[in-house]
């Protein structure tokens, strides 16, 4: 069993709507959990982190986090084509960091 | 500021040869972390190193191994290459556990 699991997609919305990103991960000593972005060819980068029950926002970015149900979810608010890239979900557990596959995003004007 | 940097940006070797990966980390951040990103997969974890010691290790074979320096940089060398340790290797930096920026990676190829 893979530490942390994604959907690979493709996952295609309109520009506007709401894009849905989910993620589960097996350890319950997971401390913290990071979604980064990748672009085709381009490193990752960090769109943002969360380590406690709930909701987390940041612009057109909310990170929600439920430890009972070891799931972690990204959602996009008014989605634009520039958001079409990969989305990676990792945790973080002491030292040690897993990312999961990626779920590909798609955004069509 | 400069982000990560990391050099070459692209190698190319053959099976049984020897490399060195090298990453320079963000002006003030004192840990690095290494991953290898094979193609359509995610990141996985190689080695993390904090204040030039070695914090975490992920599961990759003895063949693998890194150092930090003083000045916070670091290498990732790659013993008896493999045709599967071809990938594109990345650094991170980080000044608190929770952020990690990465720098554009090494794109190594092993004919």
């Known amino acids: 069993q893979k530490e942390v699991e994604q959907n690979s997609g493709p996952l295609s919305v309109p520009e506007g709507a709401i894009a849905s990103l989910n993620c589960t991960y097996s350890?319950?000593?997971?401390?913290?959990f990071f979604w980064y972005r990748q672009y085709s060819g381009k490193s990752p980068e960090l769109i943002m982190f969360?380590?406690?029950?709930g909701d987390k926002e940041d612009g057109r970015f909310t990170a929600q986090l439920n430890k009972a149900s070891q799931y972690v979810s990204l959602l996009i608010r008014d989605s634009q084509p520039s958001d079409s890239a990969t989305y990676l979900c990792?945790?973080?557990?002491?030292?040690?960091?897993?990312f999961g596959t990626g779920t590909s995003l798609t955004v069509i004007p | 500021d400069a982000g990560v940097t990391q050099s070459p940006t692209h190698l190319i070797k053959t099976r049984g040869q020897q490399v060195t990966l090298r990453c320079s980390p963000i002006?003030?951040?004192?840990?690095v972390s290494w991953y290898q990103q094979v193609l359509g997969q995610g990141p996985q974890f190689i080695f993390q190193?904090?204040?030039?010691?070695?914090?975490g290790r992920g599961n990759f074979p003895d063949r693998f191994s890194a150092r930090q320096f003083p000045n916070y940089s670091s290498e990732l060398n790659v013993n008896a290459l493999l045709l599967g340790d071809s990938a594109l290797y990345l650094c991170?930096?980080?000044?608190?556990?929770?952020?990690?920026?990465f720098g554009p990676g090494t794109r190594l190829t092993v004919l």
């Open positions: 991170a930096s980080s000044l608190a556990p929770q952020e990690q920026f």
């Open positions: 350890d319950r000593g997971s401390q913290s």
């Open positions: 969360i380590y406690s029950n």
């Open positions: 990792a945790s973080n557990t002491g030292n040690q960091f897993y």
């Open positions: 002006s003030g951040h004192k840990s």
């Open positions: 190193y904090y204040e030039k010691e070695e914090r």
